[in-house]
């Protein structure tokens, strides 16, 4: 059995590119494997926040995890401040990593462009991003695509470690999926569909109303002509929509093409909501129980209280082999 680990920001309301580039993995893995998966709190405050928000959507990601069919009986289930360990050991990861390194990142790029002053904190983000993986000693980090790069680093980081103190930490591979590894958004093909993106209209939300969903899918920008053809290059924006399509129905590309030929954008982009609605309906139900029932704050401790076990020995590990005196 490897162990699993992966987290999600509680920054906004979580997309149907979260579901399908992550969460959805986190419980296809939960039956093989050992996991860890959390909501990263202390990531989330790299950009301001309001206290009273964070709290809340910290909450919503928590009860989402369940509702997508994260089972707290299989997966500890937790959020990130509630281990001091991830806090201890992002800073030694810190200290690390090369500034350059840091500065390479396509995310902190993106993040940073064009604002006045950058917290210090988007920087050094993915230090913490690694200490969260090696904490657990994790063989898999699944993820979708834009995360690739920090993992990247977090393999970096766990060789040098390794090297300079002796080999203590597993090498993490990304488990990134083939299809829906990057769900783009819905007015424009070419940007990530993504939670902090200002216009509702760009993304699905997962707690979204059905008439909403409906809605937003009519609206999506779509290329000019009218086939429904798989073709990124030429056609970029029904080539996301039949993506998300084929992973909402689990019908291939060719079996979506074939059954909307010659019936144009309407109809596929009618039944593409219902699907979508047929998906996210039961877990919003699901979703909605679980916040009247108060289970989270349970599921919460007993999920952090299992994971500091684990996260505490690598901690006290490493500080011994780094040459830190032990309180006595
Ligand atoms: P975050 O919160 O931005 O996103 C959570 C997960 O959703 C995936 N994702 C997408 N997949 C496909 N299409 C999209 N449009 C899309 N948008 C988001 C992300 O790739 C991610 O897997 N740095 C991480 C959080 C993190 C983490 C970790 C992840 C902190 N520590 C340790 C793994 C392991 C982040 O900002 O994800």
Known sequence: ?????????????????????????????????????????????????????????????????????????????????????????????????????????????????????????????????????????????????????????????????????????????????????????????SKKMSKSNPNPGSYIALLDEPSVIRKKISRATTDSGREVKYDPENKPEISNLISIYAQVSGLSIPEIEARFEGQGYGPFKKELAERIVELLEPLQQRYYEIRKSGEIHRILKEGAAKASLIANRTVADVKERMGFLAPR
């Open 1 to 189: 059995m490897g162990k699993v680990l992966s987290g999600i920001q509680p920054s906004g309301k979580l997309t149907l590119g979260n579901y399908i580039g992550a969460m959805r993995n986190f419980v296809k893995l939960q039956d093989s494997e050992e996991c860890y998966f959390m909501v990263v709190d202390m990531h989330a405050i790299t950009v301001p926040q309001e206290p009273e928000a964070l709290r809340e959507q910290t909450e919503m990601v928590t009860a989402l995890f369940i509702a997508a069919g994260i089972d707290p009986a299989k997966s500890n289930v937790f959020v990130q401040s509630h281990v001091p360990a991830h806090a201890e050991l992002g800073w030694i990861m810190t200290t690390l990593t090369g500034m350059g390194e840091l500065e390479r990142m396509t995310q902190f790029k993106d993040k940073s462009q064009g604002k006045e002053s950058v917290g210090a904190g988007l920087l050094v983000y993915p230090s913490l991003m690694a200490a969260d993986i090696l904490v657990y000693n994790a063989d898999l980090v699944p993820v979708g695509d834009d995360q690739k790069q920090h993992l990247e680093l977090t393999r970096d980081l766990a060789q040098r470690f390794n090297s300079r103190f002796g080999d203590y930490f597993t090498i993490p591979n990304p488990y990134i999926p083939e299809v829906g590894a990057r769900i783009m958004s819905l007015d424009d093909a």
